[in-house]
Structure formats: C-alpha cells, structure tokens
T-cell receptor, first 114, second 114 residues
Framework: AQSVTQLDSHVSVSEGTPVLLRCNYS??????LFWYVQHPNKGLQLLLK??????LVKGINGFEAEFKKSETSFHLTKPSAHMSDAAEYFC????????????FGAGTRLFVKA | GAVVSQHPSRVICKSGTSVKIECRSL??????MFWYRQFPKQSLMLMAT?????????EQGVEKDKFLINHASLTLSTLTVTSAHPEDSSFYIC??????????FGQGTRLTVV
C-alpha cells in the first residue's frame, strides 16, 4: 500500500534562508513522486516531479528535490526563500497498479518572515 | 504545460439545490479525470476517479448518489452536488491525465451552501 508522510505541518523561515520541506513515502511499486504548491484560495501548481529518471529533480522557482530510495524520502529544498514562496506544499505519490492511484500528503504550510 | 479549466471558480447556492461543476481539459484528451475535496487547512481527499465513457469509481465513504460524476467526453467531466447542504461546503478540485502522463489540476471551485 502506498502512503505519504509530510513530517512538518508548518515550517517557518526567514527570507533569504534555505527551505527544507520533508516528505517520506511508501510504495509497493516504482512510484512517481511530485511536489505541488497551493497559494491561498488557488488551485494546485506542479513544482516538480520524479519519474524514475535522475534522482535530483529541478523544478520551477528554484525548487529542487532529491529522490532517495534507501531512505524512502523526497525532500523539497530551495537555497533562498522568497516572500512569494509562502504557501501550502503537498508531496504526492502516484503509482499505476492497474488502477491509477494518487495519494496526497497532509501538506506543509511554509511561512516566510521578512 | 497542459491546461485544465474548472468552472465556476466560486459558487454560492441555497440548501437543497444542486450545483454542477465542470472540468475541461483544454489542450489534451483526458482519459482519466479525478475529483478531490479539500476541507479548510487539510489535504486533498480523492472522491472519485472517472474514465471516459464509463461509470466513476468512488472512494470509500463518498456517496455516489450525492456526488454525481459524468465523464461523457475526453475533454469534459462534471461533478454535480445534489441536494446540497452546508456540510457540503468545501473546495473541490479536479485533475485530468492522458494515459500514464502526469495529472494536471484545475483551479478549484469554492462551494458555499447557505
């Protein structure tokens, strides 16, 4: 069975400092992993995705994530936070087991202080 | 990336009435569409999966007679909330995918039942 755990419900950083949003997953198959961002009252925007190619994935807006199979992790990072990064971030695991299934993590709210 | 359009973005309806939400894939044919519900400050919960031309598959606990899903064409799926009540007020989001590609999300619909 697949599952996704976002280890922090809230993360607060100062503008210009690094961002780390943690995600662990479990999957019986070779999963695809995604990070989405949601700004208040808006839909979801894809930041990046891993689909069994390079383990270090670069996304939009300076974000990147590294797939570590041994640790079953897919943490999201950014070297320098910007005020506009304040939003909700979702880690998502997807696997095709005959019936396509997508599971969302509970989300991490990122706060960026000036 | 591909575009999924959801309409309306916001709707307010009276208790007991029905509301229809549309999800359209604008530049690709969606073999599968997903409907999610998001409660305030919570993650997205998958409600149902629909494949074009067949009946939707509902997740456990989702009332199929309450949330009618139609996927009549490769570019359109609709979610009808029948006899809406205040507890149905929520943020509903659709996503669409072509075969085994990633899913693209609509902007969401904020439903308020008064």
């Amino acid at each position: 069975a697949q599952s996704v755990t976002q280890l922090d419900s809230h993360v607060s950083v100062s503008e210009g400092t690094p961002v780390l949003l943690r995600c662990n997953y479990s999957s019986s198959y070779s999963p695809s992993l995604f990070w989405y961002v949601q700004h208040p009252n808006k839909g979801l925007q894809l930041l990046l995705k891993y689909t069994s190619a390079a383990t270090l994935v670069k996304g939009i807006n300076g974000f990147e994530a590294e797939f570590k199979k041994s640790e079953t992790s897919f943490h999201l990072t950014k070297p320098s936070a910007h005020m506009s990064d304040a939003a909700e971030y979702f880690c998502v695991v997807s696997e095709d087991t005959g019936g396509f299934k997508t599971i969302f993590g509970a989300g991490t709210r990122l706060f960026v202080k000036a | 990336g591909a575009v999924v359009s959801q309409h309306p973005s916001r709707v307010i309806c009276k208790s007991g009435t029905s509301v229809k939400i549309e999800c359209r894939s604008l530049d690709f044919q969606a073999t599968t569409m997903f409907w999610y519900r998001q409660f305030p400050k919570q993650s997205l919960m998958l409600m149902a999966t629909s494949n074009e031309g067949s009946k939707a598959t509902y997740e456990q606990g989702v009332e199929k007679d309450k949330f009618l899903i139609n996927h009549a064409s490769l570019t359109l799926s609709t979610l009808t909330v029948t006899s809406a009540h205040p507890e149905d007020s929520s943020f509903y989001i659709c996503s669409a995918r072509w075969q085994d590609t990633e899913a693209f999300f609509g902007q969401g619909t904020r439903l308020t039942v008064v």
